[in-house]
């Protein structure tokens, strides 16, 4: 499973930079774009980071994954299209082969949703 890899890559690259923030924050969500075209799979990809989060600093923030499909681009028509993945990744008008692919390779981090982790104080006086 290269989920389990991706993940503890994806939590090892979200810590720099959490370690590298000037005042503490707590992380709520970790937003991912995965294109189509990378074999991931998203459900065991959230399921990962979630087992591999517990008792870590990233502990109760979710995964939020943004699917890209796969477009290619055929030079010969000059049109893009939507190749089945595993079936046919030829152009469906010309039958061109598949040498553009313009979308469904991502593979990264959108954007982190954090807040600043607030110390209470208490005042007491004796």
């Not at 590298?20 to 399921?47: D, K, M, N, R």
């Not at 028509?77 to 991502?106: F, H, K, M, N, W």
Request: overall charge negative.
């Amino acid at each position: 499973m290269h989920e389990t890899d991706m993940t503890k890559a994806l939590i090892l690259t979200v810590k720099e930079w959490w370690e590298a923030q000037p005042e503490p924050i707590a992380i709520s969500q970790v937003h991912l774009v995965v294109g189509q075209f990378t074999c991931v799979e998203p459900v065991s990809l959230q399921f990962t980071f979630e087992v591999q989060t517990r008792n870590t600093f990233l502990e109760g923030a979710t995964l939020v994954i943004r699917e890209t499909p796969l477009i290619a681009f055929c030079h010969t028509c000059q049109t893009e299209y939507s190749p089945v993945i595993g079936l046919q990744y030829a152009c469906p008008d010309c039958r061109s082969p598949l040498d553009d692919i313009r979308s469904g390779r991502e593979l990264k981090i959108d954007r982190i949703e954090y807040a600043p982790v607030s110390v209470s104080v208490s005042n007491t006086t004796c």
